[in-house]
């Protein structure tokens, strides 16, 4: 039985190696980790996005588990095209191209420069379907505005003050869950405030 001479060299002290071993043996030890598996880490990243995370919790039991397993639906599994996403969530392809466009949905290119999605992509496009189509416009206007986090404010103060008007059609389940995910979005602002070049990783933003 033969043995690849890198793995041999993991075997030899360093001073009974060839010349020819030891640069071996450093090469694969400088050898960077591919363009695919660092946008893969990245990601994974995006996925633990605390903010992804409410959005998950947002789906029903036939989404979350067609996020879990495209392949059931389209007989194979991540990354998926744009062609692919459509098929499974049941946006056009027209939609995910502009809601791509406008960076709501996380997304990476690959070296041909097409959009390939992962978990993360199909959760925020299972949320953007069930949302209504003015609702979804205002999002895409709140990250194209020139101040989008000044946008936000607005938003969330106006919908706010309107929502919390009348006690008697809270529903204490939806008043954690609003309660929770305002505690994340304010755990990852104050985050992103103290290194602004964490976004990406905190909050899921598109590359």
């Keep these: 039985m033969t043995f690849p001479i890198t793995s041999t060299c ?18 694969r030890a400088q050898r960077q980790p591919s363009a695919r598996r660092m946008e893969g880490l990245r990601q994974d990243q995006v996925l633990r996005s605390p ?15 067609l996020v879990l397993n495209p392949d059931r639906e389209l007989g194979k599994r991540y990354p998926l095209s744009t062609g692919e996403l459509s098929g499974l969530t049941g946006m056009s392809k027209r939609q995910v191209q502009y809601w791509s466009e406008r960076r709501l949905l996380p997304h990476w290119l690959d070296q041909r420069g097409h959009r390939r ?6 959760i925020v496009a299972f949320a953007l379907s069930d949302s209504k189509q003015h609702d979804r416009q ?19 103060s106006v919908v ?32 992103v405030r103290k290194d602004p070049e964490s976004s990406p990783q905190i909050v899921g933003l598109v590359a």
Excluded: C, N
């Design 10 to 27: 993991d075997r030899l002290p360093l001073m009974t190696m060839t010349s020819t071993q030891r640069a071996l043996l450093k090469k």
């Design 51 to 65: 903010l992804v995370r409410t959005l998950w919790d947002s789906l029903s039991d036939t989404q979350q588990a």
């Design 117 to 122: 999605f992962e978990a993360a992509g199909v």
């Design 138 to 156: 205002h999002y895409a206007d709140v990250a194209a505005d020139s101040q989008p986090l000044a946008s936000m404010r607005r938003a969330i």
């Design 160 to 191: 706010g003050l309107s929502a919390l008007s009348s006690s008697d059609k809270l529903d204490p389940d939806e008043l954690e869950h609003t309660e929770r995910t305002l505690r994340l979005l304010a755990d990852a602002l104050h985050e």
